[in-house]
Structures are given as C-alpha cells and as structure tokens.
C-alpha cells in the first residue's frame, strides 16, 4: 500500500494560549509523509510569531498569512488552497492529534475511500458553564449515540442521506478535527460554503458523505478542546437568528434545490424529502419572524435566504408553515412545563 501526502490543515486565528500544544501533537505523529499547512488569519496576539518558530526548526511546516482576514470560512478554504496533499486532515488552533491519528486514518482510508471520521475525546475546561459541560459530556450528538455503541465500519450514502434529514443540522458526523478526506473532492464538490456559519463544517460532510458514504475508525484518535475563547464556544453563543434560523435554513435549502446535493435527494424516499421540505420551510419563517421581532439583524444569509423558492412563499402566507409552527411552539411549552 503507497504512503500518501496527508496535509495537515491548521487555520489560526488567535490562538496563541493553545497552539504549541496543537503544534507538538502534530509533529508528533508516527506517519511519515505529512505537511503541515498553517495559515493564519492576521492574528492580533503572538499566535504567528509562536507558528513561524515552528516553521523555521521543522521543514514539514508550511507557513502563510493572509494580506486580510477572511474568516473563518475564508481561512479554511485557504488552508485547502495551499495544501499539496492527496488527504486533507484538519486540525484546530485548540485541539490535539494522537500520535498514531494519521496513520490508523490513513490506513482506514484505503485506496478508495472519500472520507474518513474517528472517535474523539472531549477536554472541558473549568471555566466553562455547567450547562455546556453537561452537553459536552452527557448530550452533544455522535455517531456512538446514533448507533448505541455499535458504529458500523462503513455508513453507506443512503443511510448518511437518511441520517441528514432525521438529525437536520445537527452535526452528527464529527468536527473538523475528527475528518480525514480526499482533496481531490473539491474538484467536484466544491469548497466550504461562506453563507453557512456555524454548521459549515457539516454541509460539506454531507457533501461527501451522501455520495460516497463513509468509513468510521472506532477509537478516539482526537481531543476536541473546549473553552470559553474557542471558536465553537464564540459560535454557539451567536445571534439566534444565525444559530438557530438561518444556517438550517440554508443548509436545508441547499439539501433540496443544490445539484451538489442531487445524490442525497435520490437517497431519500419520498416521506423524508417531504420531511425536509418541510423543515426547510419551517426555518424560513422562523428566520423572516425574528427578523421582524428584530429589524436590527442584517447580515449576508438574508438575502441568501430570498434565493430560495419558499421565501416568497411564506411571505405570502403558506398556511401549512403557520400551523407547524404553532405546533412546535405549543409543544415547547408544554416541554419546559414539564
């Protein structure tokens, strides 16, 4: 079996509190034919200055720094830009590889496969609030959970497709950390798409993983870090009206209508398309009702979100979308009641 180039993708943006540990774990690793892709995203703080110590004592480390930051998003997808490698493997300023992560991926991967996901291990820290410690520890959605335990080696496209409609936008698959895939998707499939925020990862898990399926590596081969500096912490506590609103909405609505995604609607029969239609028609409403709660929120997911068909559609007052709607409420009331 060849030793691919495996490119080690890490967007940095101020992240000097964890990014010599994040730096060491990847050094570390048993697998010999790796680089290591840093691009940091005009960092306020000593994270290029503790990077660019690194790229000067080790050759596998390729350095960059953007002219102007281009966030999140922006920056993952200048990270794919400047990797040579035949895999991507993502990892975060504030999170860690085990040392034989590349190798037990990469041998997972095989010749042929597109996307690999391993178990991982979660590190809170102490100054994160009880209740974002109990979901990390007890309720934040994984494969182990879907499958009590029993995560089959390989999830085929269909059952991805299905998976994506029961848990709509909820991140089943894994962060960024935890994935392993081939770069010669983007050909393809794309890049990451700029409009979602918080879920963007997923979308393009979905991307893959609803054409080609994906294999699973039953062991925690990753830390996930958690604290209350990191990115996901920043994003979960965003505006409503991008968490909980928009980005389902858009993903939802690129599940339906994008040609990226016409593999995943074949997979889905009839009752689970409705399912999503009708979810992605829910979140519009949702989305246009706060805006009119709160006329203050602008951003560039609107006017993505009149793009699709069923914006105009429940302007005009899709009685269907009411009633749900009416449904879920009255139903989360009776939740918190009891």
Not at 19 to 42: G, M, N, P, T
Request: glycine content about 4%; overall charge positive; some cysteine.
């Amino acid at each position: 079996m060849s030793t691919p180039l495996i490119s080690i993708c890490i967007p940095v943006y101020n992240g000097e509190g964890y990014l010599k540990a994040c730096l060491d774990s990847a050094l570390a690793q048993d697998y010999s034919e790796f680089e290591i892709v840093i691009v940091d995203d005009r960092s306020t703080d000593g994270s290029y200055d503790i990077a660019e110590s690194y790229s000067v004592k080790s050759d596998k480390i390729k350095l960059y720094r953007n002219e102007n930051n281009r966030g999140l998003v922006g920056n993952w997808n200048k990270c794919l830009e400047a990797a040579k490698g035949v895999w991507i493997k993502f990892l975060f300023q504030d999170d860690l590889l085990h040392p034989s992560c590349i190798r037990k991926m990469a041998e997972a991967a095989g010749e042929s496969n597109a996307l690999v996901v391993s178990e991982r291990s979660f590190r809170v820290e102490e100054q994160v609030p009880l209740e974002m410690k109990k979901y990390y520890e007890e309720e934040v959605l994984t494969l182990e959970r879907i499958f009590s335990g029993h995560v089959p080696p390989f999830i085929a496209a269909a059952k991805v497709a299905e998976l994506s409609v029961q848990y709509t936008s909820l991140n089943f698959i894994g962060e960024p950390t935890t994935i392993l895939f081939r770069k010669e998707l983007i050909n393809t499939l794309g890049v990451f798409e700029k409009n979602i925020y918080q879920i963007c990862d997923l979308e393009y898990w979905l991307r893959i993983g609803s054409r080609y399926g994906l294999i699973t590596v039953p062991e925690p081969l990753t830390t996930f870090r958690v604290h209350t500096a990191s990115a996901t912490f920043n994003t979960i506590s965003r505006k409503v009206y991008t968490a909980a609103y928009a980005d389902p909405a858009i993903l939802s609505g690129k599940m339906l209508y994008d040609p990226v995604f016409a593999e995943l609607r074949k997979n889905l029969p009839f009752k689970e398309r409705q399912r999503l239609r009708e979810y992605h028609y829910l979140k519009q409403y949702e989305a246009q009702l706060y805006k009119k709660e709160h006329p203050e929120v602008e951003t560039p997911q609107s006017s993505v979100l009149e793009r699709f068909p069923a914006y105009k559609k429940i302007q005009n007052g899709r009685l269907l979308t009411r009633l749900i709607h009416q449904f879920m409420v009255k139903r989360r009331i009776k939740q918190n009641k009891g």
